[in-house]
C-alpha cells in the first residue's frame, strides 16, 4: 500500500502545525512537508492540512488575513482538482473565510476560550476523513478555540443534511446532542462539515492531539488512518 504525501501550511501564528507533522510523519511514517504562507504553488503533495492556531495573530476576524495568504490560491486550486484538504481549529476557520466551505465561525456563545476534551458524534462515516470510524460512533477528541461558534443560514443547514455533509456533532457520552455538550453555541452542535464535493473538511476540535498513545488518548488516530487507507 502505498502512503500519500502531507502538506502542512504554516501561517504566521500557527500552533499546531508541528503537531500534526508530528501525527503525519513520526506516527504513520508519511512523507509531509511544510508549506510556507508565501509559497504560490506546492507539488507532490496529496494531502494539504490547514492547521490550528492563531494565523496573523487573528486580527480582525479569525481567518480572514490568512485567505489573502499566496499559498492560498494554490490550496483552492488543488481543492478545485479535487485534492484532499483539511482544515482544523483556525484551518476551518481559514476555509469558510475563503469559500471553500460554506458558513461562518462566530466567537463563543460564552464570550470565553474553550479548552478541553469534548465528546463527538460520528454523523458520517461515508467521506474520506471518517471511513475508519462507526456510523454514529461517539469519540472523545479535545478542542481549543475562541472562535468555534458555527452558523449557517437555514437553507446552507438544509444542503449540509440533505448532502451528508455534517461529520461530526458535539454530543454527550452517551451520543445524545443535547445543548449541554455544545462547547460553543454552535448550530445544531456541528462540529465538523466536508463540501459537497467531499474532499475538503473542516473541524473545530483537533485530532492530532488524540492520536499519539502516549498521550493516552486516540480516538483522532482513526481520522488520519482514514486519510491513508484510501491510497
Not at 483552492?76 to 484538504?85: I, N, Q, Y
Given at each position: 500500500m502505498s502512503k500519500p504525501n502531507f502538506g502542512v501550511v504554516v501561517f504566521p501564528g500557527s500552533n499546531c502545525d508541528h503537531d500534526t507533522f508530528y501525527v503525519t510523519d513520526n506516527i504513520f511514517h508519511c512523507n509531509t512537508k511544510f508549506l510556507w504562507h508565501k509559497e504560490t504553488e506546492f507539488k507532490d503533495v496529496d494531502i494539504v492540512i490547514l492547521p490550528g492556531g492563531f494565523s496573523y495573530g487573528d486580527y480582525l476576524r479569525s481567518g480572514t488575513i490568512a485567505r489573502f495568504s499566496p499559498i492560498m490560491n494554490a490550496v483552492?486550486?488543488?481543492?478545485?482538482?479535487?485534492?484532499?484538504?483539511i482544515g482544523i481549529c483556525n484551518g476551518f476557520q481559514i476555509l469558510v473565510e475563503t469559500g471553500l466551505l460554506p458558513g461562518t465561525l462566530m466567537k463563543n456563545n460564552s464570550l470565553k476560550f474553550v479548552c478541553k476534551f469534548v465528546n463527538l458524534k460520528v454523523v458520517s462515516n461515508n467521506s474520506n476523513f471518517t471511513n475508519q470510524y462507526k456510523k454514529e460512533e461517539t469519540i472523545e477528541i479535545p478542542v481549543a478555540h475562541g472562535d468555534g461558534n458555527y452558523f449557517a443560514f437555514q437553507d446552507t443547514i438544509k444542503e449540509l443534511h440533505d448532502n451528508d455533509q455534517i461529520i461530526f456533532q458535539y454530543?454527550?457520552?452517551?451520543g445524545d446532542i443535547t445543548p449541554e455538550s455544545n462547547p460553543n453555541g454552535s448550530i445544531q452542535n456541528i462540529a465538523g462539515i466536508c463540501n459537497k464535493q467531499r474532499n475538503v473538511l473542516g473541524m473545530m476540535?483537533?485530532?492530532?492531539?488524540?492520536?499519539?498513545?502516549?498521550l493516552g488518548y486516540t480516538d483522532g488516530y482513526r481520522f488520519f488512518d482514514s486519510l491513508i487507507k484510501i491510497f
Open positions: 483552492k486550486s488543488f481543492a478545485d482538482k479535487g485534492g484532499l484538504v454530543c454527550d457520552s452517551s476540535p483537533h485530532p492530532e492531539r488524540a492520536s499519539d498513545k502516549e
